[in-house]
């Protein structure tokens, strides 16, 4: 079992940064690939970041790339989602999620575990 709990979500201006924070409870947290999704009201949840076991391969979606960066901390249990450069269609609950694989994919119903989300809200 893996646990997963979001923070660092908040209400930001557009042009603003934020850094989501996803804390893994276990010690296998390094044989899981992790993904970052969003919803937005009356949306349905897409795949936003993904990064593989050791941190060294990601992947993102065309519309944050060069916006948004995952990274992870696998002596913390902890992945990372910075994003810059924020626009008002950024905003959505924000989800981790952990998929026992060595690699990244985008489908959510790989995923095994999901934290409780997010909320991100961008204004204009």
């Known amino acids: 079992q893996v646990q997963l709990v979001e923070s660092g979500g908040g209400l930001v201006q557009a042009g603003g940064s934020l850094r989501l924070s996803c804390a893994a409870s276990?010690?296998?947290?390094?044989?899981?690939?992790m993904g970052w999704f969003r919803q937005a009201p009356g949306k349905e949840r897409e795949f936003v970041a993904g990064?593989?076991?050791?941190?060294?391969?990601?992947a993102y979606a065309d519309s944050v790339k060069g916006r948004f960066t995952t990274s992870r901390d696998n002596t913390k249990n902890t992945v990372y989602l910075q994003m810059n450069s924020l626009k008002p269609e950024d905003t959505a609950v924000y989800y981790c999620?952990?998929?026992?694989?060595?690699?990244?994919?985008?489908?959510?119903?790989?995923?095994?575990?999901w934290g409780q989300g997010t909320q991100v809200t961008v204004s204009s």
């Open positions: 999620a952990a998929d026992y694989t060595l690699w990244i994919t985008r489908r959510e119903e790989e995923y095994d575990y």
């Open positions: 276990g010690r296998t947290f390094s044989l899981y690939g």
């Open positions: 990064i593989n076991r050791s941190g060294g391969s990601t």
